[in-house]
C-alpha cells in the first residue's frame, strides 16, 4: 500500500475502534460464521455475504454494522440487505466515518440473526497492461481482501472468488490455506479473527468478457392519452477495457478467430413483451445490422454496431419503440398512475455512467408526484412543445448515476388530468378546418377583378 493508503487505514481503524467504545457498535456482538463469495468473471465486481451473528451475552439486539471502507464505496453501484430465511429486506441507514461508510441496519429484536447481503461495485477491475494489440488476451487485476472487514469478531470465515477462466497470471500468498480448483480460489477457513482484520489480496487473471460502459443515457418517455407510449433512447457507450495498442486490421479480424477475443461485436437488448414499431439507428442513419427476436414474455434486440469495439473505441446510436398506454397507465377517475422501468436492460452485467430519464406527460396534467423506487436528483421540472399544444406538456426530469441491472426497477408518476382536456386537440382541428373553409368560402364569393363587363 502507498503511504496515504497506510494513513487512511489508520485513521478508520482508529475511528471504529471510538465507535466500539463509545457503544454505538455493540461489542458483545459476534460474527458466528461468514460466507463470501466474490464474483469477478465479468467486468463488475458481486460479491455476496452470508452472515449469522449472535450476541455473546444471550440478549436479543436488533442493530447491525456493515462497512465499507471509503475506497470501494466509490465505486458501489447497488448494494441489498436482506434476512437470509425469509428473503425479507432489510432498510440501512448509511453513516460517513472516517475513510469510510457504515451501513447500520435495523431488524426485529433477536439472539440470532441470518443476514444475507449483496454488493455490486463498478469500475473495480483495472486493465493490466492497461494497453493491449488486436491479438493479445486482456488482463486485470483484482484488489481485495482475505478477511471479511467487520467491526465484529469473526469466529469462522471463508472467501471464495469465482472467475472467468482458470488462467491466473499471479495471486498473492495470504495466510493459508488457500486453494485454486479450476475457476474458483478459496481462503480459508480462517477462526477467531479479530475485528477489522486486513490481509490483501492481489488477483492478476484473464478477463475476455465484454468491458462496455454507457456514458451517457436519455431516456425520453412521451405519455399519450390515446392509447401509446413512446419510448427513445440516446445512448452514448465506449469499451472500458485495455485500450487497442497500434493500428487495426479488418483482415486479420475476420481471418481469424483469436483476433480481437475482447472486443464487442454485439450485445442484447431486452425490451418489454409489447414493444413495437422498434428503430435502431445512428448519425448515419438506419442500421440494419440486428436481429429482433419476439420472446414470450419480452423482445429481444442483437444489436451489431457498424463496427467492432476495441478499448477505448466509443460508439452513439438512438433506439426507439413504443409501447400500449394500458399496461402501465392505471386511473381512478381524474387521478393517474404511470409505473414503467427507469431503465431498460442494455446488455448483460451492464454499467450506466450517467443516466437522465425524461418523463413527457399530456398537456394538462397537474399536481405531479415522483415516486423513485431508489434516490434519485430530480431536475426543475420544463415545458415540451409539439403539435396542437397551447401552454406545453409537464416534462419531469431525473438524474441517477453509475447505475447497473439491479436498479431495473419501477418509477411511479402520480398526477391529476381531466378527460375534457382530450378534447382539445379535436377541437383546435375543428377551428382550424372551420376557418379554412370560412377563409375559402369568402375568397370563392368575393369578385376581386378589377374590370367588369357590363351587362346587355
Known sequence: MEVFEKLMLLIYITCCSLLIVNGAIDPEVINKSVERNIDISTQLVKITHKIQATHTGKKPFSKYSFLVNEKEHGNLSFI???????????KAQENKISAGYEYEITFPSTNNQHLHIECVFTKSLIPHPSKITQNEKQLVRYFGNAYFYTPYQVLTQKTTIQLPTSTVEYSTNVPMPVVQSGSRISYGPYENIDPLQISEIIVHYENQTPFLSVTRLERVIEISHWGNIAVEETIDMTHSGAELKGPFSRYDFQKDVRSGQSSIKNYKTILPASATGVYYRDTNGNISTSNMKIMKDSVELDLRPR????????????IGY???????LFNNGNDYLLKMRVIDHIFDDMVVEDATVKIIL??????????????????????????LDTFGRPVITFTKTNLVENHIHDFNVKYNFSNLNMLQEPFLVIIFFFILFGIVIVFIRLDFSIYKEKEN
Open 362 to 387: 399530456p398537456e394538462g396534467a397537474s399536481n405531479v408526484k415522483l415516486i423513485s423506487p431508489y434516490p434519485v436528483n430530480r431536475k426543475e421540472d420544463t415545458l415540451h412543445f409539439t403539435y
Open 80 to 90: 441489498s440487505i436482506k434476512d437470509l430465511s425469509t428473503k425479507k429486506e432489510f
Open 322 to 328: 413504443n409501447v400500449p398506454s394500458f399496461e402501465y
Open 307 to 318: 463496427f467492432p469495439l476495441f478499448g477505448g473505441w466509443k460508439t452513439h446510436y438512438t
